[in-house]
């Protein structure tokens, strides 16, 4: 099997490298290409995506993704910026279901921003639409208006087909879980999301072993910390999903601990975690590098079928935990490369 490493920009790289250090350990048969991407790629060959990046991306089993985003590019038109190329990947593979879940450690109660009886709580996931609505709708810009101001748009939209797609995902995900599916939308202003929600009703007939709850995002953002425990799986748009999920992130202690799995119609997978590239940190070796060992785990299961190793990998994390490693994030002092150290010896 061929996995597609791209590791990026910032900690990027710091974060993926023990993530192969521990596949290497679990997946022993895995075979590593690497290719650079964002804006380590623009920097090397002038554009944040080259086309032999996508071509290793399409003809891997699966792949790696770090971050990318570098504040050096921040000003450049945006077709040459670094995050147009993990959106350029998402939309080019197809990989319209992200899978965000969050689920708290036990011993990392204290490490919650919520009071640690309302964090214990949190097992969900959170199912993001990846490849539609106002991140690629169309038509945007920046245009003078008549009065000689500039105005700037951007266009919501969502076909019924792409709703109905991921309003699946998120019923199978429900199934296999606690048969919860709580769909969040703005229907009360929106019109994309008030077919999102009359499509997602269509849809749960053929779902009647699923409780199905609508729940608009401004709530569903307050329910986060107010009672995170209510959730199980929540299925979302692409803006929606990528604002709640960080949010999701700090209930359960680190934006340093999500994961993710970016799926296809056919099981195909771009895994990374769901942190950027924080400039803020890079170089420093103060990364948690859990999110990207997590996202690893989630490679095995959805794209390699290897649940096995998966839930090694999983368990690795948590024993390390439970024996007090604590990155930065954390609370800690333990270094990027260390908390890998940690995980290896607990597998
Ligand atoms: P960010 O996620 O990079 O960082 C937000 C904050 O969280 C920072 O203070 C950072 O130090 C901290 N943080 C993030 N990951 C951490 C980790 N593993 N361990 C410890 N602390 C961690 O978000 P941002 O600062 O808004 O964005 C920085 C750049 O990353 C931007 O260019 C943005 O576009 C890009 N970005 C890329 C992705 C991606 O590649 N999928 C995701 C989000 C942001
Ligand atoms: C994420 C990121 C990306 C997004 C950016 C970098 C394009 O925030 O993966 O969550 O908004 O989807
Ligand atoms: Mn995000």
């Known amino acids: 099997m061929l996995i597609a490493l791209l590791p990026g920009d910032g900690i990027g790289p710091e974060v993926t490298a023990q993530a192969v250090r521990v596949l290497e350990q679990v997946a022993p048969a895995l075979r590593f290409e690497e290719a650079p991407v964002g804006g380590a790629a623009y920097k090397a060959q002038g554009h944040p995506l080259p086309p032999e990046t ?15 985003g570098d504040p050096d590019c921040d000003r450049l038109e945006r077709a040459l910026r670094p995050e147009q190329a993990i959106l350029g990947l998402r939309k080019e593979l197809g990989l319209f279901a992200n899978l965000r879940p969050a689920k708290l450690f036990a011993e990392l109660a204290d490490a919650s921003a919520l009071r640690p009886e309302v964090a214990r709580a949190i097992d969900l996931v959170i199912i993001r ?4 609505d106002v991140y690629f709708g169309q038509p945007r810009g920046i245009r003078r208006t008549e009065a000689g101001l500039r105005e700037g748009y951007d266009t919501m939209r969502y076909d019924e087909a ?49 409780a199905l709850e609508h729940m608009y995002v401004d709530n569903a953002a307050m329910q986060l910390v107010r009672n995170p425990g209510q ?45 950027g590239s924080a ?59 260390a908390m890998g150290d940690a995980v290896l010896a607990a597998l």
């Open 129 to 132: 639409e990846l490849t539609g």
């Open 54 to 68: 996508l071509a290793l991306a399409r003809r891997a089993d699966a792949i790696l993704f770090g971050a990318v």
């Open 231 to 275: 959730f199980d799986v929540i299925v979302t748009g692409n803006l929606f999903g990528d604002i709640l999920s960080d949010q999701a992130s700090m209930c359960v202690g680190s934006i340093g601990l999500l994961p993710s799995a970016s799926l296809d119609s056919a099981g195909k997978g771009l895994y990374e975690p769901i942190h």
């Open 162 to 210: 792409e709703i109905a797609r991921i309003a699946r995902v998120g019923f199978e995900t429900a199934r296999a879980r606690a048969k919860r599916l709580c769909s969040v939308d703005k229907a009360n202003v929106l019109e994309t999301s008030q077919l999102w929600r009359d499509v997602v009703i269509e849809v749960a007939a053929d779902y009647p072993d699923i």
């Open 279 to 337: 400039p803020d940190i890079a170089g420093q070796g103060r990364a948690n590098p859990l999110a990207t060992i997590l996202s690893a785990a989630m490679m095995l299961r959805y794209s390699l079928n290897d649940a096995a190793g998966a839930d090694r990998i999983e368990a690795a994390v948590a024993r390390a935990l439970a024996a007090g490693a604590r990155s930065h994030d954390l609370g800690g002092d333990m270094a990027t490369e």
